[in-house]
């Protein structure tokens, strides 16, 4: 019994290996468009394995951008908080990625920070707003 499990895990691991190599990396990205306050946007996302620290976006600034392929073992899964406002007092913790039960290749989601709330748009589609800010 023991000699099959090590054996299914085997021709498991050379599946996951051949596949992530032709697999291209979702992307997500965010991007501040703060038209009326022009403020800085903070970002800070991370998954159960990997934080990605702080970053500090300018009205209009080049996206903040990471990409990541799907685990085949654990459901992949970023969550990000956002903060806006001269004091940061408006914020807001979402899920900006989370894979479906099969892995998924080059998805792209594009998170956009607009002074109404944060909108997203899926593989280059209509932005759609999603969330609304939270206030301290």
Not at 32 to 55: M, P, Y
Request: hydrophobic share 45%; aromatic share 16%.
């Amino acid at each position: 019994m023991k000699l099959v499990f090590i054996f299914l895990y085997l021709i498991f691991s050379l599946h996951v290996e051949l596949n992530e190599a032709e697999c291209h990396k979702n992307i997500v990205d965010v991007k501040n468009n703060l038209t009326l306050s022009r403020s800085i946007l903070k970002v800070h996302c991370q998954s159960r394995d990997d934080d990605l620290g702080e970053h500090f976006l300018r009205f209009q600034d080049v996206a903040y951008t990471f990409s990541f392929h799907d685990s085949f073992v654990v459901q992949t899964r970023f969550k990000c908080i956002l903060w806006k406002g001269a004091n940061l007092e408006y914020h807001k913790t979402f899920v900006a990625y989370e894979a479906d039960a099969f892995p998924e290749c080059g998805v792209l989601y594009s998170w956009e920070a607009r002074d109404d709330g944060i909108y997203l748009s899926k593989n280059g589609g209509l932005m759609k707003l999603m969330y609304l800010w939270d206030i301290d």
